[in-house]
């Protein structure tokens, strides 16, 4: 946030507040910019600031021509890391285990392993890999991105069904033993905030998964969720 300016934390505080305490419910409407000057006398500026910052947040939407308003909280759906591992789409068949209609696409092409993919998967630069970009959508909304990464012997051909990975590896003789996530959030790049239909404001969460034999890792995949729709549950076997 700029701090020249700072008359303009009087009025985010506030509606924040508002917004967190439910006076302002979803959907209400929020004062508009000459609104906003009057009732917290401030210039308009302030109130243009105050207004992005609020969207920025993820606490308010604007509708073009119509102003801004509260923004709807969705419910967010758990997201079970360890079942399904051997379908060939584990997001899919947990989400239809609760009762959702998922479907997918997914386009298969030729590519050059980057620095880090090639780290990744321990191979050299510019080693061949086939890689698979899938977008997932329930009731008909995006739900998720994923890029997946394989040496091109073990990947499947465009001709044939879509298999899932241990599936694939299999029928290579390769026994997948492990598979490895690690998870962060960040800023989701334009390409994936236009596809993923996101608000202003909102992060993703970025799942980093390989899938490993012994010590070999076999594929490694970037799966980009919405952030405001998701929680991440995971299973840890004791004994």
């Known amino acids: 946030m700029a701090t020249s300016d700072p008359v303009y934390l009087r009025v985010v505080e506030d509606i924040r507040r508002q917004i967190n305490d439910g006076t302002l419910p979803p959907g209400a409407p ?36 119509s102003g801004h308003y509260v923004r709807e909280r969705p419910i967010l759906m758990p997201l079970h890391r360890w079942r399904f591992p051997e379908h060939p789409t584990p997001f899919a068949a947990d989400l239809q285990t609760q009762g959702r209609r998922v479907t997918w696409e997914w386009q298969i092409d030729s590519t050059e392993a980057t620095p880090e993919i090639a780290r990744r998967l321990r191979l050299p630069l510019s080693a061949k ?32 069904e879509r298999r899932g990975v241990m599936a ?3 029928a290579h003789g390769v026994r997948i033993t492990e598979i490895r996530e690690t998870v962060h959030t ?8 236009d596809a993923l239909q996101l ?19 076999m594929e490694t995949s970037d799966i980009v969720l919405p952030g405001d729709r998701f929680r991440v549950t995971y299973s840890m076997p004791v004994g």
């Open 30 to 65: 929020i004062p508009s910019r000459a609104q906003l000057t009057r009732k917290y006398q401030v210039g308009e500026t302030a109130a243009r600031h105050a207004l992005r910052v609020l969207v920025t947040e993820g606490l308010i939407i604007g509708r073009v021509g």
């Open 186 to 193: 960040r800023v989701p790049r334009p390409a994936e905030a």
């Open 129 to 160: 890999l086939t890689r698979t970009r899938y977008l997932y959508r329930g009731e008909g909304r995006p739900l998720q991105l994923a890029i997946s990464y394989e040496p091109v012997e073990f990947a499947a051909h465009l001709d044939e």
């Open 199 to 217: 608000p202003a404001g909102t992060h993703v969460l970025h799942v980093e998964r390989t899938h490993w034999a012994g010590e070999r890792p």
């Open 168 to 170: 694939r590896m299999s």
